[in-house]
T-cell receptor, first 112, second 115 residues
């Protein structure tokens, strides 16, 4: 069974600070997707990475897929209160079938 | 990306009753998925719904409890049967392609509270 370990589980920081969220596995994934979910809403896709070593940037957010496609990170620079939410990583298992495996989630609170 | 809607957005139900949740997509999609998200938790896949075939259920979920329909390529329903307070969760549908590299897009969810 493929698992994705996501850390930290909770993060409470001040506006302007930087942070990194990690997703790690012993298994190889075909893709890694990052979502943000706000209360009362469904997860909203932030990015999909599919190539080992890939780095994608979305404004202040930087996503990296590990060279071996077993891990990924999300780095937020100068966090703002609008970044508050639940961040979820989800891996597409290698082998072709589209059944996402979700990490436990990181609940981020950014205080003014 | 697809636009996905769910009905109802929320409901409060009595123990022992059933609720059917609808998921509508604005374009034809190959695969639709149903997830459960318990309070404060991540997402757990209930089943995969393909048009024209029986849904495929994950370990711990059975058809009698969560019957699913997929009558066409833009619509699916999930029924939560004989509900108990433990079924109180957010139920989410998502859509995607068949490949594991393909992105899934989620609906807004249905918040269910069982009393």
């Amino acid at each position: 069974t493929q698992l994705l370990e996501q850390s930290p589980q909770f993060l409470s920081i001040q506006e302007g600070e930087n942070l990194t969220v990690y997703c790690n596995s012993s298994s190889v994934f075909s893709s890694l997707q990052w979502y943000r979910q706000e209360p009362g809403e469904g997860p909203v896709l932030l990015v999909t990475v599919v190539t080992g070593g890939e780095v994608k940037k979305l404004k202040r957010l930087t996503f990296q897929f590990g060279d071996a496609r077993k891990d990924s990170s999300l780095h937020i620079t100068a966090a703002q209160p609008g970044d508050t939410g639940l961040y979820l990583c989800a891996g597409g298992p290698s082998g072709g079938y589209n059944k996402l495996i979700f990490g436990a989630g990181t609940r981020l609170a950014v205080h003014p | 990306s697809a636009v996905i809607s769910q009905k109802p957005s929320r409901d409060i139900c009595q123990r022992g009753t059933s609720l059917t949740i609808q998921c509508q997509v604005d374009s034809q999609v190959t695969m639709m998925f149903w997830y459960r998200q318990q309070p404060g938790q991540s997402l757990t896949l209930i089943a995969t719904a393909n048009q024209g075939s029986e849904a495929t259920y994950e370990s711990g979920f059975v058809i009698d409890k969560f019957p699913i329909s997929r009558p066409n390529l833009t619509f699916s329903t999930l029924t939560v049967s004989n509900m108990s307070p433990e079924d109180s969760s957010i139920y989410l549908c998502s859509v995607g392609g068949t490949g594991s590299w393909e992105t899934q897009y989620f609906g807004p969810g249905t918040r269910l509270l069982v009393l």
